[in-house]
T-cell receptor, first 112, second 115 residues
């Protein structure tokens, strides 16, 4: 059974600081997703990571994947208030791309 | 371009009532799926479909039925609503193409309360 663990569950950080969210998963997978969710809203796709060593960056967010360690990280650089949201990682079941197991989410609060 | 459309946005049911949550996509996506989101938890997969006429169970299928008669539509049926089914429901779709970077697109969600 595929299990996905995220930590921390809640993160309060000041603007301008850097931090990393971690996503561990229990079995082999062929892709990993990162999503953002604002309160009361749907999920917005941030990154799709496919291979070992994959790194993707957009703005102040950078995601990486280590398939050997079964670990993905979402690094936040110089946080700004607009990044306040809940971030989810999700791992696909091998061979079934639409069957995802989600982590419990990391609620990020960026304070001024 | 509407993307993934879910209706209704809000619904209140009494225990034992039945209803159907609608999901439609206009992107000609092969893959469609239903998730539920409970407070403090990630999304959990209820049912999914890899094409018209093909459905399969996810992690939490009990109490829900689905069918996929067309590529565009993937309705979720609650047969006899229970308070444990109070949740936010999301429909999602994805292309079945060989482009492995294809994202999963989510609808705006249906907030369901069962009293």
């Amino acid at each position: 059974e595929l299990k996905v663990e995220q930590n921390p569950l809640f993160l309060s950080m000041q603007e301008g600081k850097n931090y990393t969210i971690y996503c561990n998963y229990s079995t082999t997978s062929d892709r990993l997703y990162w999503y953002r969710q604002d309160p009361g809203k749907s999920l917005e796709s941030l990154f799709v990571l496919l291979s070992n060593g994959a790194v993707k960056q957009e703005g102040r967010l950078m995601a990486s994947l280590d398939t050997k360690a079964r670990l993905s990280t979402l690094h936040i650089t110089a946080a700004v208030h607009d990044l306040s949201a809940t971030y989810f990682c999700a791992v696909s079941h091998t061979g079934t791309a639409s069957k995802l197991t989600f982590g419990t989410g990391t609620r990020l609060q960026v304070t001024l | 371009n509407a993307g993934v459309t879910q209706t209704p946005k809000f619904q209140v049911l009494k225990t034992g009532q039945s209803m159907t949550l609608q999901c439609a996509q206009d992107m000609n996506h092969e893959y469609m799926s239903w998730y539920r989101q409970d407070p403090g938890m990630g999304l959990r997969l209820i049912h999914y479909s890899v094409g018209a006429g093909i459905t399969d169970q996810g992690e939490v299928p009990n109490g829900y039925n689905v069918s996929r008669s067309t590529t565009e539509d993937f309705p979720l049926r609650l047969l006899s609503a229970a308070p444990s089914q109070t949740s936010v429901y999301f429909c999602a779709s994805r292309s079945g193409s060989a482009q492995v970077n294809e994202k999963l697109f989510f609808g705006s969600g249906t907030q369901l309360s069962v009293l």
